[in-house]
T-cell receptor
């Protein structure tokens, strides 16, 4: 069965510093897609960044980047220059072309300290 | 792009009542998904549509749950004879068809509370 694990229920970081959120997954598929979504309190789920498993290059979107280690089945999110607006629940999610549903981790609550 | 719209935002009902939620996807999107999210957890997949066809249903979707997308545009999710365990946030998402790398865009959700 495909599963996604986020082992950090909560993380905190000082404003302007860097934080890394971890995610591991289990799959027997060779082609799949990984996503990080952000869910601010009482607000909608927003896509932060995505990675195709066939791509070796790590995805980057402005201050957000991933460290994708396919052999280790690890997909961590690095947030640089943390801002107060980054405070939210962050969810790691997985899907494949054979099954369009997203499989989600339990989430990590990110707290930004001013 | 007006985004995914869900109504109502909040629904409070007594146990045993029927409830219906509506989702209006982004107009260009062929696929529409329903998820359920309980407090402190990640979303769980319920079902998804490609145009008007319901292509997959989770085992979580018991006989009391039914979803429709009659004209391939908006969708409704109905829960009959609600139970305490149905209390959750119900999320709708939509995406373009194609590979699974197409990102899903989410609405604000409908929060259901069962008294």
């Amino acid at each position: 069965a495909q599963t996604v694990t986020q082992s950090q229920p909560e993380m905190s970081v000082q404003e302007a510093e860097t934080v890394t959120l971890s995610c591991t997954y289990d799959t027997s598929e060779s082609d799949y897609y990984l996503f990080w979504y952000k869910q601010p309190p009482s607000r909608q789920m927003i896509l932060v960044i995505r990675q195709e498993a066939y791509k070796q290059q790590n995805a980057t979107e402005n201050r957000f980047s991933v460290n994708f280690q396919k052999a280790a089945k690890s997909f961590s999110l690095k947030i640089s220059d943390s801002q107060l607006g980054d405070a939210a629940m962050y969810f790691c999610a997985y899907t494949t072309d054979s099954n369009y549903q997203l499989i989600w981790g339990a989430g990590t609550k990110l707290i930004i300290k001013p | 792009d007006t985004g995914v719209s869900q109504n109502p935002r909040h629904k409070i009902t007594k146990r045993g009542q029927n409830v219906t939620f509506r989702c209006d996807p982004i107009s260009e999107h062929n696929r529409l998904y329903w998820y359920r999210q309980t407090l402190g957890q990640g979303p769980e997949f319920l079902t998804y549509f490609q145009n008007e066809a319901q292509l997959e249903k989770s085992r979580l979707l018991s006989d009391r749950f039914s979803a429709e997308r009659p004209k391939g545009s908006f969708s409704t999710l109905e829960i009959q004879r609600t139970e305490q365990g149905d209390s959750a946030m119900y999320l709708c998402a939509s995406s373009f068809s194609g590979g699974s790398n197409q990102p899903q865009h989410f609405g604000d959700g409908t929060r259901l509370s069962i008294l």
